[in-house]
Each structure stands twice: as C-alpha cells, then as structure tokens.
T-cell receptor
Framework: DTGVSQDPRHKITKRGQNVTFRCDPI?????LYWYRQTLGQGPEFLTY????????KSRLLSDRFSAERPKGSFSTLEIQRTEQGDSAMYLC????????????FGPGTRLTVT | EDQVTQSPEALRLQEGESSSLNCSYT??????LFWYRQDPGKGPEFLFT???AGEEKEKERLKATLTKKESFLHITAPKPEDSATYLC?????????????????FGKGTKLTVNP
C-alpha cells in the first residue's frame, strides 16, 4: 500500500504525559498537513509543511503542540503535558506538487487521554 | 469566519433510493470544494474536487455539482456499501497577509445509511 501511513494507530496515555505521532506521506508528495478530528465533527486544520518548512499553524496549535518535518519526508507531531481535551483522532494528509489542492489522508492516530 | 454547513446531519435510504446531500458555504473567492467519504475509525477518502460554478464530476453512483453558494452530492441507486459519512470541505482564498492558506475547512458531515 503506497498511501499515507500513520503510527501508532491508537495511543492511550495518562494526563500530563507527552506523546509523539509519526506520519509518512505518499512518495513524492511535498506537502504535508496535520488535522484533528473529534467525534461528530469534521477534521480541523492544525499545521502544514511544504518540504521541511512549516508554513502555516492554526490557533488550535497551542504551545504544548509541536510538529516537525526535518528532512521533508516524514513528520512528527508531539503533544506535551497532555490534557483530556486532547483526546481526538489526529489525521495526517499529503498532496502532490502537481495537484496541491487534493489532500490524501492517512488512517489517523486515535489518542485517548485518561 | 469561513463556514461550511452540511445537511442533513443523517440520512437513511433504502437500497436503490436515490437522494442528494447538501453542502453550503460562506467562503468568498473559493479556490476549491472537496468531497470526501469517511468510514468509521478511518481517515477521509478523497472523492472529488470542484473549482467553479457549473462544474460536475461523477464516480460510479456519485455525482457532485457546484453552484456559487452550495454543492450537492447526488447518490443514484445507492447500495449498502455506500454507507459512510460524507464530508464537504472548502479551501479559502489566499490570505495575502500570511502569504497563502492551504488549509481545508470541513463541514460536520452527513452520515448516510443505506439499508438492504
């Protein structure tokens, strides 16, 4: 399968712990996006990379959230000092430079903070 | 604030009963409107992109149309495997002060159930 992959698929953590998620985009896709989705809602934009540069961040991305894409390939999203309100599905998407508007999503990482 | 509203929130159809889902938006200067399908516990699956009013796209039993204020996803003779949540998203215009915005703004989706 050559789609967007995310790891882990599920993560259960205790409040106050740090967690890190990984996203591997589709090969040759230079743009990478992170979204968050809660039950009954559509995905909400968090941040966007073009190659290794982080070009846009949402106001939803508080100081406890940080994202990186060091070599312009895979990306990580870290949440520090997790809170119960961080429980959600974290989705990664990527797009090809030839079709930059079409974003293809991965399966998501389901985070549960207890 | 850019807004995307989808209706109905939920729709139950009998197999073979055609219907339409609606997506209305308040974004001006739309750069694109997107339809996705999402199965429970999975990421959204890309279906269509529409760029200008009057544009139509088809895929199997699905047909998406776009006007200046809304989009419709028509489902013809649906089957149980079409059951899913259908998400609509828009891409707002470039924000000149920030050099561009690439985010998608999603609606809450329409949960479609097709009974055999």
């Amino acid at each position: 399968d050559t789609g967007v992959s995310q790891d882990p698929r599920h993560k259960i953590t205790k409040r106050g712990q740090n967690v890190t998620f990984r996203c591997d985009p589709i090969s040759e896709h230079n743009r990478l996006y992170w979204y968050r989705q809660t039950l009954g809602q559509g995905p909400e934009f968090l941040t966007y990379f073009q190659n290794e540069a982080q070009l846009e961040k949402s106001r939803l991305l508080s100081d406890r959230f940080s994202a990186e894409r060091p070599k312009g390939s895979f990306s990580t999203l870290e949440i520090q000092r997790t809170e119960q309100g961080d429980s959600a599905m974290y989705l990664c998407a990527s797009s090809h430079p030839g079709d930059p508007y079409e974003q293809y999503f991965g399966p998501g990482t389901r985070l549960t903070v207890t | 604030e850019d807004q995307v509203t989808q209706s109905p929130e939920a729709l139950r159809l009998q197999e073979g009963e055609s219907s339409s889902l609606n997506c209305s938006y308040t974004v001006s200067g739309l750069r694109g409107l997107f339809w996705y399908r999402q199965d429970p516990g999975k990421g959204p699956e890309f279906l269509f992109t529409l760029y200008s009013a009057g544009e139509e796209k088809e895929k199997e039993r699905l047909k998406a149309t776009l006007t200046k204020k809304e989009s419709f996803l028509h489902i013809t003779a649906p089957k149980p495997e079409d059951s899913a949540t259908y998400l609509c998203a828009v891409q707002p215009p470039h924000l000149l002060t920030q050099g561009g915005s690439e985010k998608l703004v999603f609606g809450k989706g329409t949960k479609l159930t097709v009974n055999p």
